[in-house]
């Protein structure tokens, strides 16, 4: 739920609820009399996945991609400065774009200012949740977040099964009316049951748009389009003659297996990050952190040039340094010196990610070992890596071993 | 997020491989060589953990029959199944992280490098990191 405006969020699910509670409290009370039960069984069911993919398509990341660290920032500001470096006199703004060639077809990428970074192709920065997301479809305010490649097949669902649940009511609805009527007139029938009125004025109004989307959004799937590139006639004939779609399978069907059932990568974003409070009190215990000598294996953290700086100069250089998560919440603090300790809120799936990391510096500390811990093991998966002992300065390695354990991280839930 | 990932240039040179689109919006990271890396260690070593770690990302974005049926599966489970079990996504990145881990611990530590799994970069960059003297001790 990225938006900051919810409300257009809140309208549509009482509307949806009202009218399929009003559709369950008269209508099928009548309908399931006279006509068969199953009439709310199966517009009991088309409820339950509207609602389900609503939620899904609300709540779930749409493929935000997390903001770039300073480092990355940094090198990619490096990068883009130097070519304009050698031109005196004329001012030519720095490159903010960059062209890649995708199977033919020339695309432009362009450099996010807020994010940092250069947009893969498809993607787009949403203004309304401040993010760059992945295979950028639209924001929709009604659903009350961005429709990226993440959540595109929930919102397609939804679209879909509320077209036909709007479809449903509405014809039962006709049909609890004409029943009635064909016992009295048609205005007593009215009269008799007003929810079925109501009901029939909010789906006949919403059938309009909300098929005509479905519609929609059914062309853009056999087509590998997103909104935002229909929108914009990125791949239309208008622009040039040989400009082609180049993410089209080729065909409807494998287009639509494409979009709907293929793999959806998991969430970047660290939701669960822990944020640090700001630079004056995190240098503190980065201070100690570097001044303490420890006895366990080195820390990756003092280096020669912070050795030689004097200890007030250090201090406004780790304020200067702080590392912004991919979430975006800037983390002042320094890495613990033994490896064991974790961050606060390990524990968590995401999590075990950063931890891992942590132990393979730990295992900096015991490389002198690496030949005495390794054994063989023939039922090895990854591929081994090179035996060449001159190539590391006369140890020889020994190939990576399956069953071999260092240090996992406690949130680990990997198996070697 | 305090750890060891998060080393901060003043105290490592960090060279960052970008993605590489030229077959399309997967995940692949481009193989070219950094010029900041010569001499610390070998062009073939260095891509082929580049490319086994591609092929990794290519196998999890592949339209398969499994990821098919994954996807039917979880739909009709109104997508509940999705809290019992990995995704065949999440099980490569998973993979890859392991190869990671292990090629740090066997190869480029020694040589005084450290490769940062690209998940944790938000899948944006292959970070490479150059550990200074005293980190390498």
């Not at chain 1, 703004?93 to 960059?98: A, I, L, Q």
Request: positive net charge; aromatic residues 10%.
């Amino acid at each position: 739920m990225m938006a900051r405006q919810t409300g257009i969020f809140y309208l549509t699910c009482t509307l949806i609820i009202v009218t399929s509670g009003l559709f369950f409290g008269f209508d099928c009370v009548y309908l399931a009399q006279h006509v068969t039960p199953a009439i709310p069984a199966i517009g009991g069911a088309l409820f339950i996945f509207v609602m389900a993919t609503l939620f899904r398509t609300s709540f779930s990341d749409p493929g935000v991609i997390p903001r770039a660290s300073l480092d990355e920032a940094a090198e990619l500001e490096r990068q883009m400065e130097v070519p304009n470096a050698g031109s005196p006199g004329t001012y030519r703004p720095p490159p903010r774009t960059k062209e890649v060639v995708i199977k033919g077809q020339v695309v432009k990428l362009k450099y996010c200012f807020t994010c940092k970074l250069f947009r893969p192709p498809r993607a787009s920065h949403c203004s309304l949740c401040d993010n760059c997301v992945d295979r950028f479809d639209h924001h929709c305010p009604w659903v009350g977040n961005c429709v990226g490649k993440r959540n595109y097949r929930y919102f397609y669902l939804f679209i879909l099964s509320l077209s036909v649940h709007c479809i449903y009511i509405f014809a039962c609805v006709l049909t609890n009316l004409i029943l009635r009527a064909q016992q009295d007139n048609f205005l007593t029938a009215m009269k008799e049951s007003p929810a079925s009125v109501i009901e029939a004025i909010v789906c006949f109004f919403s059938v309009w748009s909300i098929v005509g989307l479905a519609g929609f959004h059914s062309y853009l799937v056999a087509s590998e389009l997103t909104t935002n590139e229909d929108i914009k006639g990125s791949f239309t004939a208008r622009r040039g003659a040989d400009s082609f779609n180049p993410y089209s399978k080729g065909s409807i069907f494998k287009n639509c297996s494409q979009v709907l059932c293929g793999p959806v990568p998991p969430s970047l974003l660290d939701r669960r990050g822990y944020v640090v409070p700001d630079s004056s009190q995190a240098h503190h215990t980065g201070n100690m952190g570097t001044n303490t000598a420890p006895d366990l294996p080195p820390p990756a953290v003092v280096t020669t040039a912070d050795e030689m700086l004097p200890a007030g100069e250090n201090v406004k250089k780790r304020e200067m340094i702080s590392y912004q998560t991919p979430d975006g919440t800037i983390n002042n603090k320094l890495p613990p010196l033994n490896g064991t300790s974790s961050p606060p809120t390990c524990g968590g799936r995401k999590n075990h990610i950063w931890d891992m990391t942590l132990n393979q510096l730990n295992y900096m500390g015991r490389s002198n070992n690496h030949a005495a811990i390794h054994g063989t093991n023939p039922g090895s998966v990854y591929p081994q890596p090179y035996r060449h002992s001159d190539y590391l300065s006369g140890t020889s390695v020994l190939p990576a071993v399956k069953g071999n354990k260092s240090t996992m991280s406690r949130g680990c839930s990997t198996d070697f | 997020m305090d750890n060891m990932a998060r080393l901060s240039s003043s105290q490592c040179t960090k060279v960052f491989l970008q993605r590489d689109f030229t077959e399309g919006t997967g995940v692949r990271f481009q193989n070219k060589f950094p010029q900041e890396l010569e001499g610390k260690i070998d062009r073939a070593i260095l891509e082929r953990t580049i490319n086994t770690v591609n092929s990794i990302y290519l196998e999890a974005e592949s339209l398969s029959g499994r990821t098919y049926c994954e996807s039917c599966f979880a739909c009709m489970t109104a997508y509940i199944a999705y809290l019992c079990m990995d995704t065949h996504y999440e099980k490569c990145l998973k993979k890859v992280a392991r190869y990671i881990e292990e090629q740090n611990k066997t190869v480029f530590v020694q040589q005084g490098l450290m490769l940062v799994d690209p998940a944790e970069r938000g899948l944006r960059v292959f970070e490479i990191c150059i550990l200074t003297e005293q980190q390498n001790r």
